[in-house]
């Protein structure tokens, strides 16, 4: 390109000479002059059309793409070796815009993937100043993002652990995970992260809620003590019925009779128990079919009631029920559902004091069936409540009555198989109240 400019300039400054020479060969200075100024301006004029005017756009269109404009190009093209430098120029823009395209669209694929995180994720610069925080970084620490962005880490979450293990994440150059617990009663597992080469980026701080994680743990560990405990119970009586047996008992036919009905009560309650967890498994799992069939809901109420009327008048307590004729029929399982009413009043008998008052009520509304069970017992503690319906929970340790502790998981499970739902309500000395809701016609 260089070569053609200088062979241009070349042929007009060869022109510019030899019309001068020919002017001073004709005697005229003038002329010479005269000659000599208008080969100067067509030399001016070639220098501005072949050089200066495509460089000058091309400066400009650089100017362009700089500021912001990546669809500037250099138009029109230019003749020759600057057309090349143009169409160079075009394809460099043209490949900077494509790739300024992809970083822009993993760049919003990255952010919208940390904006969809179900986990807390905040990223920090080198200061420790948060640079980066997702939405579920917003409601886990209960400040706004823009609240959050621009101020300090230590000001969104003041624990010293956390902040410790975040400074030797970065002497040590790896990841570092905690297990924190919030003033909230939140269990969080805390991982932090150096990040290499990442721009503005230094750390990146993730939060993982793991409290119900925790919360499904000391269930387990609750189910495994408390069968421990009910097992224990009849049979430590069974030990001691055969104990004293040995010890000569057996020698007194009414010592022996009265021994061996005792006997006979605690296997019979560890047979029940047994029973009744592996039909709560069944439930659980799906193993038990439903016998489902189109049944009266005011049947199946009545002859829960009537069941349950001589154990509630033993205990002098009583026992109503206020269920319309218009209650549909459902399809249900008969069985099951019954038993189900059955466990929720025999739980009212055994925690309401005698002269007390248990009331069943049904009705239906929005296609499901509603059924509570009321009593006036000693009710149950807030903390307690939320987990009534765990197998071998007891609300109140005070009250170890008779029954398996299985009787509201069974309720619980029972009422899900058939696609409804569980409640309870209570406060301490003013009663209880469970309720359940179940379709009236089971979706398939």
């Known amino acids: 390109m260089l070569e053609s400019i200088r062979l241009r300039i070349g042929a007009a400054l060869a022109l510019l000479v030899a019309a001068t020479f020919v002017a001073l060969a004709a005697g005229s200075l003038v002329v010479a002059l005269v000659v000599a100024s208008i080969a100067a301006v067509v030399l001016a004029v070639v220098l501005s059309a072949v050089v200066l005017t495509p460089l000058e756009r091309i400066t400009r269109t650089a100017a362009d793409i700089a500021a912001g404009d990546l669809n500037a190009r250099v138009s029109p093209r230019p003749s020759g070796a600057l057309g090349n430098m143009a169409d160079a120029f075009n394809q460099m823009a043209r490949t900077l815009q494509e790739q300024i395209a992809h970083a822009s669209r993993d760049h919003s694929r990255m952010l919208a993937a940390l904006d969809s995180s179900a986990d807390a994720v905040i990223a920090l610069d080198d200061r420790d100043v948060i640079a980066f925080a997702n939405p579920a970084a917003e409601h886990l620490l209960r400040r706004p993002l823009p609240g959050l962005v621009g101020n300090p880490f230590v000001w969104a979450i003041a624990d010293a652990e956390v902040v410790e293990a975040l400074r030797s994440s970065r002497e040590k150059g790896e990841s570092q995970r905690l297990l924190v617990e919030r003033p909230t009663g939140r269990h969080l597992e805390v991982v932090l992260t150096p990040i290499v080469d990442g721009g503005d980026w230094a750390s990146l701080v993730v939060f993982h809620d793991v409290t119900n994680v925790r919360r499904v743990e000391q269930v387990r560990r609750d189910f495994v003590a408390n069968v421990s405990h009910e097992l224990r119970t009849p049979l430590a009586a069974l030990k001691s019925v055969i104990e004293t047996l040995q010890a000569g008992a057996i020698e007194d036919p009414a010592a022996t009779e009265e ?3 005792r006997g ?3 296997i019979d309650r560890l ?3 047994v029973e009744e967890l592996l039909d709560l498994s069944r439930i659980e799992s799906g193993e038990m079919p439903l016998a489902l069939q189109e049944v009266p809901a005011g049947d ?3 002859a829960a009631v009537d069941r349950m009327k001589p154990k509630a008048e033993r205990h002098g307590l009583s026992l109503t029920l206020d269920a319309p004729d218009s209650l549909p029929n459902i399809n249900a399982d008969r069985n099951l559902l019954e038993r189900a009413i059955v466990n929720l009043i025999d739980n009212a008998v055994k925690f309401t004091p005698t002269g007390g008052d248990i009331h069943i009520s ?8 509603t059924v509570d069970v009321r009593d006036t017992g000693e009710g149950i ?11 071998f929970y007891k609300a109140d340790r005070a009250r ?3 029954g398996t502790g299985l009787g509201l998981a069974i309720v619980k499970h029972s009422i899900e198989a058939h696609g409804g739902s569980v409640s309870a309500k209570s406060e301490p000395g003013r009663g209880s109240r469970f309720s359940f809701s179940i379709p009236v016609r089971r979706r398939r």
């Open 271 to 273: 047979v029940l128990m």
């Open 264 to 266: 006979d009560e605690e």
């Open 362 to 369: 049904a009705r239906t509304s929005d296609g499901l069936l």
């Open 300 to 302: 199946i109420l009545a």
């Open 400 to 402: 170890r009555g008779g």
């Open 259 to 261: 021994f061996l009905a």
């Open 381 to 391: 503690d807030p903390d307690d409540l939320p987990r009534v319906f765990e197998r």
